[in-house]
C-alpha cells in the first residue's frame, strides 16, 4: 500500500520533470520495460517542456510503451544504448533521419556509466575491436591483444525507478529492476527517482538499500501503473 508521508524530496512529477531542461542529457534506468520510470517518461510525453534531449538507456522501451512514448512524442533527438530493434518505431525515426542512433554493447555501456560515477575518465575493453563502433577511437595494444578506450558517461539528469524509497530518499529495487538504475543513480547531476512506496526513515533494513539518499534529489511517487503478475499495468479510470 503507497503511503505519502512527509519528506522534502517528494514532489509531484509533473514538478520534478521542470528541472529537466531543452536538449539536456538523460540517463533512464531500464532493460526493456522492466526498471522503468514510466509516470516520469508519460508525464515528460505529455508536456511540451524538455525537447531534443539525448536519451542514454539500455534501449527505447517498446512501440507506444516506456520510452516508446518520448519517441512518439517526438521529445528525443539521440538515443545512446545497446538494442533499439525491440522497438520499430525507433529504427523507422532512425531510417527517416528523425533520430540520431549511437551504438554502444551492453556491457560497455554499463560499466561507462559505473566509471562515470566513480570519476573514472575512462576505460580500455576488447569488446568491438575491428568493427565500426571501433571507428574514430583510440586503441592500443596491451600484452598483444587489442583494446579501444571508451570514455566514462555521465549526464545532466537521471530517472531511475526503485520499489520503494524512505522519506530521506534511500532506494530499494525489486529484483531485476535493479539492472542500471543504481549506477546511473551515481552518473548524474540530478537524480529524480520514481518509487512505488514511501515509508518512515528508519523502517528500511540497511542491507536492503542500494541507493543511499546522499545521491537522490527528487522522489516522485507512482500513481499511475499498478504492478500485477509482475508486471506494471496503467491504471485506468
Not at 171 to 182: E, H, I
Not at 214 to 237: A, F, T
Request: charged share 25%; net charge negative.
Amino acid at each position: 500500500m503507497k503511503r505519502t508521508l512527509s519528506c522534502e524530496k517528494l514532489r509531484s512529477a509533473a514538478d520534478a520533470i521542470k528541472w529537466i531542461e531543452y536538449g539536456e542529457e538523460l540517463l533512464v534506468g531500464g532493460f526493456g520495460l522492466c526498471g522503468t520510470p514510466f509516470t516520469l517518461i508519460d508525464t515528460i510525453a505529455e508536456s511540451d517542456h524538455a525537447r531534443e534531449l539525448t536519451i542514454i538507456s539500455n534501449n527505447l522501451g517498446e512501440a507506444g510503451k516506456g520510452l516508446g512514448k518520448l519517441l512518439i512524442s517526438k521529445h528525443i533527438k539521440k538515443a545512446v544504448g545497446s538494442y533499439f530493434t525491440s522497438n520499430r518505431d525507433a529504427v523507422k525515426a532512425w531510417k527517416s533521419g528523425e533520430l540520431e542512433i549511437e551504438l554502444i554493447p551492453q556491457g560497455t555501456l554499463a560499466e561507462a556509466i559505473r566509471a562515470g560515477g566513480a570519476g573514472i575518465a575512462g576505460f580500455y575493453t576488447k569488446t568491438a575491436v575491428g568493427t565500426k563502433l571501433a571507428e574514430g577511437k583510440e586503441e592500443r595494444e596491451f600484452d598483444g591483444e587489442r583494446y579501444i578506450f571508451i570514455r566514462g558517461i555521465k549526464a545532466d539528469v537521471a530517472l531511475i525507478k526503485a520499489a520503494k524509497a524512505d522519506t530521506m530518499g534511500n532506494l530499494v529495487y525489486s529484483k531485476t529492476a535493479r539492472n542500471f538504475n543504481p549506477m546511473m543513480a551515481t552518473a548524474a547531476k540530478l537524480v529524480i527517482a520514481e518509487v512505488d512506496e514511501i515509508v518512515e526513515a528508519g523502517t528500511l533494513e540497511p542491507e536492503q538499500i542500494v541507493t543511499p539518499h546522499s545521491y537522490v534529489d527528487i522522489l516522485v511517487l507512482n500513481d499511475r501503473y499498478e504492478k500485477i503478475g509482475g508486471e506494471y499495468v496503467e491504471r485506468h479510470g
